[in-house]
């Protein structure tokens, strides 16, 4: 099976420039996305329990959860869609059904973690993590699970947090053995710890590195990340973060003033909105429909 979007994300992250993804949640996320240019997406499983649980990211949503969100995203639209897998939703034989079940519905790349269950985010303390042998583990069942030998599958260690840098690097490299074709070095201290890991692996292997605002590693721009050794970098919050918070004062000057009036210049209009999803397009489509 063809996954031209995989294939679309390998060019990318070859180019000499680091490959930017921005955060989505749902299709109108992605589509903004796209909209604005970028090459690839990053569907953050954060922000999907942010949005659709209003929850925080504690291992609650679901193996379907995320499947029927991706399904919604590829409806919509075409760009790589790299999926955060979390841990693959339990063992081994969860994860191939997890990999079975994203690249049917469209997922470009697959990120699969080492923390066991429940999981939590990354950027929180307390995690636990699994053997790095049953990592390795996970990684083969995954690469066995795909239809497409294009689908990229993204091995991530919390290890730093538990156990150090120096761990992580070696469950990195062991991933990487294992045949992990992205890896993503989760939550680094500082910038010293960054360029360690790109001096480590990103002469061998594409690396990942993600930019949480507020979180534990420095937010860097995506050309010293580049510079550093990285070649993908990831805002999986930001999109949540920026609408919670207009959202949150939307509210409140409708609370205070009864009218949103004052607020006609920071929102689309009915017909901005419409032609953002392309409402005309598909009115003419229906037209060709009709008797």
């Given at each position: ?7 679309q994300?390998v060019?990318a992250?070859?180019?000499a ?39 925080p990211?504690l291992g609650l ?11 919604c995203?590829?409806?919509?639209v075409?760009?790589p869609?790299?999926?955060d ?11 191939q ?13 697959i990120?699969?973690e ?6 939590r985010?990354?950027h ?36 730093v ?13 062991a ?17 010293a ?5 790109g ?14 605002e507020g ?5 860097l721009?995506?050309a010293e ?16 973060r920026?609408?919670s918070?207009?959202?949150?004062e ?6 205070r003033?009864?009218t949103?009036d ?5 929102m ?8 953002l999803?392309?409402t005309?397009a598909?009115l003419s ?7």
């Amino acid at each position: 099976m063809e996954n031209k979007a995989a294939h679309q994300l390998v060019e990318a992250i070859a180019g000499a420039q680091p490959v930017i993804a921005p955060g989505c949640y749902d299709a109108l996320t992605a589509l903004l996305i796209e909209q604005a240019g970028f090459s690839c997406a990053y569907l953050s499983g954060a922000s999907i329990a942010f949005t659709r649980l209003g929850r925080p990211d504690l291992g609650l949503t679901t193996l379907t959860e995320v499947a029927d969100t991706i399904g919604c995203i590829r409806d919509r639209v075409s760009l790589p869609l790299i999926v955060d897998g979390d841990n693959g939703f339990g063992n081994a034989l969860n994860v191939q059904r997890t990999v079975q079940l994203f690249e049917n519905r469209g997922a470009s790349a697959i990120q699969l973690e080492d923390q066991q269950m429940p999981k939590r985010c990354g950027h929180l303390e307390g995690k636990r993590l699994i053997p790095a042998a049953e990592m390795c583990g996970k990684i083969r069942a995954a690469l066995d699970a795909r239809r497409s030998d294009e689908t990229l599958i993204i091995a991530r260690t919390d290890a730093v947090a538990v156990e150090g840098l120096a761990a992580a690097l070696e469950r990195a490299e062991a991933y990487r053995e294992a045949g992990a074709q992205i890896l993503f070095v989760e939550s680094p201290g500082d910038r010293a710890e960054l360029q360690q890991i790109g001096a480590a692996l990103g002469d061998r292997i594409p690396l990942l590195a993600n930019m949480v605002e507020g979180g534990k590693t420095p937010v860097l721009p995506a050309a010293e990340l580049g510079e550093l050794g990285f070649k993908i970098v990831i805002f999986p919050g930001a999109m949540v973060r920026v609408l919670s918070r207009a959202g949150a004062e939307y509210l409140q000057v409708l609370k205070r003033d009864g009218t949103t009036d004052s607020l006609r210049d920071r929102m689309n209009d009915f017909s901005q909105i419409n032609a953002l999803i392309g409402t005309d397009a598909m009115l003419s489509l229906a037209e060709r429909y009709e008797p």
